[in-house]
């Protein structure tokens, strides 16, 4: 399976982003999908996930009701909706699959990453 994350940019404080992660192979349905994010200095943490089917979906505390993670399995694609952004949403994003249907917030548990896409948030 190889990932392509899109959409990242630079975005004022208040605004909204949307990432995509484009999915290659044929075995996308089958697998939980992830976002995780990088800050300078820091390690890479958990944002949101999705099952399978996308019937039940995961997020950190600190996205919780301003994130939404979503997933169109037609099209091999996951999407993560930003909304409400700070600074401190500052990161480069990454998409994640893994060999489950399950979803993890380890990212160790992911078998397959994206390549990254920047978010930068002003204030």
């Known amino acids: 399976v190889q990932l392509q994350a899109s959409g990242g940019g630079l975005v004022e404080a208040g605004g909204s982003l949307r990432l995509s992660c484009a999915a290659s192979?044929?075995?996308?349905?089958?697998?939980?999908m992830g976002w995780f994010r990088q800050a300078p200095g820091k390690e890479r943490e958990f944002v949101a996930g999705i099952t399978w089917s996308g019937g039940s979906t995961a997020y950190a505390d600190s996205v919780e009701g301003r994130f939404t993670i979503s997933r169109d399995n037609a099209k091999n694609t996951v999407y993560l909706e930003m909304n409400s952004l700070n600074p401190e949403d500052t990161a480069v994003y990454y998409c994640?699959?893994?060999?489950?249907?399950?979803?993890?917030?380890?990212?160790?548990?992911?078998?397959?990453w994206g390549q990254g896409t920047q978010v930068t948030v002003s204030s």
């Open positions: 994640a699959a893994r060999g489950s249907r399950w979803i993890s917030r380890i990212s160790g548990e992911y078998d397959y």
């Open positions: 192979g044929r075995t996308f349905s089958r697998l939980a």
